[in-house]
């Protein structure tokens, strides 16, 4: 059964910065897409960046300018650098990988991380 570790979460002050990282349990030989979703108490689960094998990259539009996402293939282990952070950004961060593989030939699976959970106070 194959897990999605994140790391990374914690509290910090508005206008700080943090880094997330998510890797799965298992060693994957490929992944199609990994990325971070995001929900806030009371509220739905939302995209924040996503990064595709091409590397292809998008951003919710609250994450331009202010979040990175990144991908070391070698570690199959996504980043999400955040910057500026805002208390709005308080939320709990999952993460998600989409077609992951971990035998050549399987078919790929999508698998949900626990989540992480980021705390911005002012």
């Known amino acids: 059964q194959v897990h999605l ?3 990374g979460g914690d509290s910090v002050q508005a206008g700080g910065s943090l880094t997330l990282s998510c890797a799965p349990s298992t060693s994957a030989v490929s992944i ?3 990325g971070w979703y995001r929900q806030a108490p009371g509220k739905q689960l939302e995209l924040v960046a996503k ?5 292809l990259t998008y951003y919710a539009e609250f994450a331009k300018g202010r979040f990175t ?3 070391d293939n070698a570690k199959n282990t996504v980043y ?3 910057n500026s952070l805002k208390p709005e ?3 709990v961060y999952r ?3 989409e077609g992951l593989s971990v035998a050549i030939g399987t078919r790929g ?3 949900w991380g626990q989540g992480t959970q980021v705390t911005v106070f002012s």
Do not use: F, G, H, R
């Not at 990064?51 to 590397?55: G, K, L």
């Open 109 to 111: 699976t999508d698998y």
């Open 69 to 71: 996402i990144s991908m």
């Open 95 to 97: 993460c998600k990988a």
């Open 51 to 55: 990064i595709s094998s091409a590397p």
């Open 5 to 7: 570790v994140e790391s």
């Open 80 to 82: 999400l650098q955040m």
């Open 32 to 34: 199609n897409v990994m």
């Open 89 to 91: 950004d308080t939320a």
